[in-house]
């Protein structure tokens, strides 16, 4: 059951934001507030971001539109309000596997449709019989990052093989990764001795518009060993920038997680993070069932999960967060 307008109001500070918007609203008001870039950014984002939660506030009149400002209010972290960037990654088991990564990013591009989140490509490796081996997702919009990030850890699949002429059942795993959209403003120092950079053929957008020079870019940074690859813009320096943008975006999550980690041990809560600690199990033969082993959140249609219909993990798993 929702909490009442009433109580919403308190939650989500409603007044405490209408006071900080006409803040913003007053730097804007100096000349010298549009020099800053980055800064102008910033607090422009975080001034739609205000506006869309109070506009939001004002108009509900729905349960449901209730228990989404509900939701809201348990996004109050740091980077809950930033876009997302959303990578899957097929486990080992080859054209299964990736068929499995295929499925996924679409019930992720499917769940974005539904929240009017626009969605770009930014890297993708196709299957050499089906699926993808691996992809990248740019999703654009306030709170994406916050509603996605319960989603990043390993996804199990268990279903008859449309590969198999045996109709054998198959076991496929996927490991999805969920990090906010820092851009370029990200406060991370990289050293440019530290980065190997390499550029190949983008694959293009199919058709005419098939880019037939070396314009992708892969960005690899040597100390973590972590990579990033673009190939949706049309120039390689356009690639570049974003590559970097989204590579500080990655090394920000990572100082995050290990600063997290290390209080962690020291707490004696220290998990490590395999294959086999799935979060989420998608059972299509014998019986069906989706189930989240973190919040025992179960859907009994899997179909209509894989259409993008994700919001009660999506939902479950903020509370599970909020209560931990």
Not at 231 to 238: I, L
Not at 275 to 298: A, C, E, F, M
Not at 313 to 324: G, I, M, P, T
Request: cysteine-free; charged content about 30%.
């Amino acid at each position: 059951m929702a909490l009442s307008k009433d109580e919403l109001k308190e939650v989500l500070k409603i007044d405490a934001k209408i006071a900080e918007v006409a803040e913003i609203e007053g730097q804007m008001a100096d000349p010298m507030f549009w020099q800053d870039r980055d800064r102008s950014t910033t607090l422009s984002q975080r001034m739609a971001f205000l506006n869309d939660v109070i506009s939001k506030y004002n108009s509900a009149s729905s349960e449901e539109e209730l228990i989404e400002l509900e939701n809201q209010a348990l996004l109050s972290g740091v980077n809950d309000d930033k876009s997302a960037i959303l990578s899957i990654h097929a486990g080992a088991g080859g054209t299964e596997a990736q068929d499995w990564a295929e499925m996924l990013k679409r019930m992720y591009l499917r769940y974005a449709e539904k929240k009017n989140w626009p969605t770009v490509i930014l890297d993708q490796t196709t299957g050499e019989e089906a699926g993808i081996k691996s992809v990248s997702i740019e999703i654009k919009g306030l709170m994406a990052y916050g509603f996605l990030q319960g989603e990043a850890g390993v996804h199990r699949l268990v279903r008859i093989s449309p590969f198999d002429a045996d109709k054998a059942r198959h076991t496929s795993f996927a490991l999805v990764e969920v990090i906010p959209d820092m851009g370029p403003s990200a406060d991370i120092v990289i050293n440019e001795k530290d980065l190997k950079v390499d550029t190949f053929r983008s694959s293009g957008h199919g058709g005419q518009s098939v880019n037939t020079t070396d314009s992708a870019v892969r960005i690899t940074h040597m100390p973590t060993g972590t990579v990033v690859s673009v190939q949706n813009e049309r120039s390689q320096m356009q690639n570049k920038e974003r590559a970097m943008s989204i590579l500080k975006s990655k090394l920000y999550q990572i100082q995050l997680k290990e600063r997290g980690e290390e209080e962690a041990k020291l707490k004696g809560e220290h998990k490590s993070a395999e294959w086999g600690n799935q979060i989420r199990s998608y059972v299509l033969q014998p019986y069906q069932q989706v189930k989240d082993h973190r919040t025992d959140y179960v859907s009994n249609e899997p179909m209509k999960v894989l259409d993008g219909l994700i919001d009660g993990f999506v939902d479950s798993f903020l509370r599970y967060k909020a209560n931990k």
